[in-house]
T-cell receptor, first 111, second 110 residues
Framework: KNEVEQSPQNLTAQEGEFITINCSYSVGISALHWLQQHPGGGIVSLFM???GKKKHGRLIATINIQEKHSSLHITASHPRDSAVYICAPEGYGGATNKLIFGTGTLLAVQP | EPEVTQTPSHQVTQMGQEVILRCVPI?????FYWYRQILGQKVEFLVSFYNNEISEKSEIFDDQFSVERPDGSNFTLKIRSTKLEDSAMYFCASSGYEAFFGQGTRLTVV
């Protein structure tokens, strides 16, 4: 079983749609990162969360530590949002500050 | 905007050769990491480095691999006697409050 589960694995949306990507994990963590990876490979950090909710432009990330679940929302999606979105908990099991990466969600936003 | 810089962006090497991947982390960060991503797979942790020594390493990080911070600014990953299965994208990251990733080095072993 994967330590970090993301859903959906693939998502196709029409421009303007509201998008939600979910992440669940199985043990305690100190923080959770949402990352974006474009074709060609570079990784960009979107959010780091340890509780509650954060917003940056059209992106919103939430985390429920008790339920071990986080979501990434994109409002008014645009084709330039097309990328792989990765959930990566930190401090997995309390003993480390490395990131454990989910398998990612491949998002395609069509015009 | 601070950034982590990796060189080279692409490296092709023959099987059995040694390669050194270079990274310049963000200057006031204390934790440095190497991750790798085999094509089509998820990103995997290799090693973390703190206070000039390895703080944690994965099962992947065997004797073939080594890291060092030779001059207080660069952070290098050395892969000795490369194998075909070492072909991957290698990412350097550094963290203070947030994690920052380099653009990656695509290593191809032929």
């Amino acid at each position: 079983k994967n330590e970090v589960e993301q859903s959906p694995q693939n998502l196709t949306a029409q421009e303007g749609e509201f998008i939600t990507i979910n992440c669940s994990y199985s043990v305690g963590i100190s923080a959770l990162h949402w990352l974006q990876q474009h074709p060609g490979g570079g990784i960009v950090s979107l959010f780091m969360l340890s509780s509650g909710k954060k917003k940056h432009g059209r992106l919103i990330a939430t985390i429920n530590i008790q339920e071990k679940h986080s979501s990434l929302h994109i409002t008014a999606s645009h084709p330039r949002d097309s990328a792989v979105y990765i959930c990566a908990p930190e401090g997995y099991g309390g003993a480390t500050n490395k990131l454990i990466f989910g398998t990612g969600t491949l998002l395609a936003v069509q015009p | 905007e601070p950034e982590v810089t990796q060189t080279p962006s692409h490296q092709v090497t023959q099987m059995g050769q040694e390669v050194i991947l270079r990274c310049v982390p963000i200057s006031n960060h204390l934790y440095f990491y190497w991750y790798r991503q085999i094509l089509g797979q998820k990103v995997e942790f290799l090693v973390s480095f703190y206070n000039n020594e390895i703080s944690e390493k994965s099962e992947i990080f065997d004797d073939q691999f080594s890291v060092e911070r030779p001059d207080g600014s660069n952070f290098t990953l050395k892969i000795r006697s490369t194998k075909l299965e070492d072909s991957a994208m290698y990412f350097c990251a550094s963290s203070g409050y947030e994690a920052f990733f380099g653009q990656g080095t695509r290593l191809t072993v032929v």
